[in-house]
Nanobody, 124 residues
Framework: VQLQASGGGLVQAGGSLRLSCVASGRPFSSSSFGWFRQIPGREREWVASISWSGWRTLYADSVKGRFTISRRNANNTVSLQMNSLKPEDTAVYYC??????????????????WGQGTLVTVSS
């Protein structure tokens, strides 16, 4: 599985960014996806996930109401729209995939495909 993430950058607090992840190597329509983030020196944390169909989405409490995960099967792309960004959102963001559909909040170990990460920096 290959995942290519993009869209990170520098933004002021209150601003928006849209991350994208293009997936290949496994049937896209039967893959569920997640976004995770990691601050240096800290464990990677789950941000959001989306099911095969896109009908089920789950979010960490820290981003609920501000971030939206979506997928576009025609383009093999998963996106993370991030609004009302805060300095504490600063991290390297990773997309991840797995063949199992999304039912409940996933564990990081559930995912077997990972992108290279894209840096998001939110200035105060």
């Amino acid at each position: 599985v290959q995942l290519q993430a993009s869209g990170g950058g520098l933004v002021q607090a209150g601003g928006s960014l849209r991350l994208s992840c293009v997936a290949s190597g496994r049937p896209f329509s039967s893959s569920s996806f997640g976004w995770f983030r990691q601050i240096p020196g800290r464990e990677r944390e789950w941000v959001a996930s989306i099911s095969w169909s896109g009908w089920r989405t789950l979010y960490a409490d820290s981003v609920k109401g501000r971030f939206t995960i979506s997928r576009r099967n025609a383009n093999n792309t998963v996106s993370l729209q991030m609004n009302s960004l805060k300095p504490e959102d600063t991290a390297v963001y990773y997309c991840a995939s797995r063949s199992k559909d999304l039912i409940t909040i996933p564990s990081i170990t559930d995912y077997d495909g990972w992108g290279q990460g894209t840096l998001v920096t939110v200035s105060s």
